[in-house]
């Protein structure tokens, strides 16, 4: 930093900006992804529009003028930070879908491990001097944070995938991770706060509180997901026949052994699990679901009945 201090318009820096996010997004697009889908492309619009609405936020309320070095670093960040989105919206997918066909798993665990590497080096090379650099300095390091976890949920997806989207640990620890990231983010952004007093602007501090409200969001959602997995686990399954016809809805998959809720509908465990994680319903009639009345009442089911029997 502080090599070139050669003031920008912002309309140079807006064109450069864009012209040099197109060329490098393409050309690593080309290197380590297929075709993007229409679904990922929707999630990642939104994604970067956020993005470029936080720097804007951040960063031109504190700037009399653009230096070359800080496009430099302004360009590197939106790259890295680009791929990253992407990187973690095919995990968000894989999620919702179980599918990890139109991915390069291994190129993308490459590309997560190269965008580490450039951010520590950043890191290790970069000097808070001013207000800016000082803001960039927390965005790395937040970035380098989330790097990290998205390396650990492509693990555990890879895990996941060999024990054939069955792995009962999977949603824990997605959720895990997600809670670490957003607590590391919301701890980051409160260490900048502290540093910027007492000039510290209106943005900055909304943007701390929507984070640290989007922390215990993200906490909670684990602490319901740990109790409805403590309830599942403790509820009497209902055992079918093989050669029956019964499909757990949210796999697709056949039932053999399965949750029975109050409402009628029976599920695998563990995708009731996974579904529980984000939704308190059954995924079928969308009635409220209350496992503390299934354990009270042991519910009795044949699922051999016919009507000439009864």
Not at 115 to 136: A, P, R
Not at 218 to 231: A, D, V
Request: proline share 2%.
């Amino acid at each position: 930093m502080g090599l070139l201090r050669l003031p920008l318009p912002l309309f140079v820096l807006f064109n450069t900006f864009i012209t040099t996010f197109i060329g490098i997004f393409l050309i690593i697009k080309h290197i380590f992804y297929e075709e993007i889908t229409t679904a990922e492309m929707k999630v990642m619009s939104s994604k970067i529009l956020n993005e470029i609405w936080t720097i804007l936020i951040f960063i031109l309320s504190g700037l009399s003028d653009i230096s070359i070095d800080l496009l430099v670093i302004i360009i590197l960040y939106i790259s890295i930070k680009v791929n990253k989105i992407l990187i973690e919206t095919r995990i968000d997918l894989y999620n919702e879908t179980q599918s990890y066909y139109y991915s390069k798993r291994v190129s993308m665990f490459i590309l997560s491990l190269i965008l580490i590497g450039i951010t520590t080096m950043i890191l290790l090379q970069y000097s808070t001097t001013d207000f800016v650099s000082l803001i960039f300095y927390c965005f790395f390091k937040i970035l380098f944070y989330s790097l990290i976890c998205d390396v650990l949920q492509q693990i555990f997806c890879f895990v996941h995938t060999l024990y054939e989207f069955q792995w009962k640990y999977y949603t824990l620890t997605s959720l895990s991770i997600k809670s670490i990231k957003l607590l590391l983010a919301s701890f980051e952004f409160f260490i900048l706060f502290k540093s910027l007093l007492p000039n510290v602007f209106v943005g900055l501090l909304i943007f701390s509180i929507m984070h640290v409200w989007e922390s215990i969001s993200s906490l909670e959602q684990l602490m319901t997901y740990i109790y409805y997995s403590y309830l599942l686990d403790h509820l009497s399954l209902v055992h079918y026949d093989a050669k029956e016809e019964h499909e757990c809805v949210i796999c697709r998959d056949v039932l053999t052994e399965a949750a029975h809720l109050r409402c009628g509908h029976d599920f695998h465990v563990s995708c009731l699990k996974g579904w529980l994680a984000r939704a308190s319903d059954c995924p079928i009639c969308r009635n409220p679901i209350n496992l503390k009345e299934n354990n009270e009442e042991e519910v009795e089911i044949n699922p051999t009945w016919n009507v000439h029997e009864i």
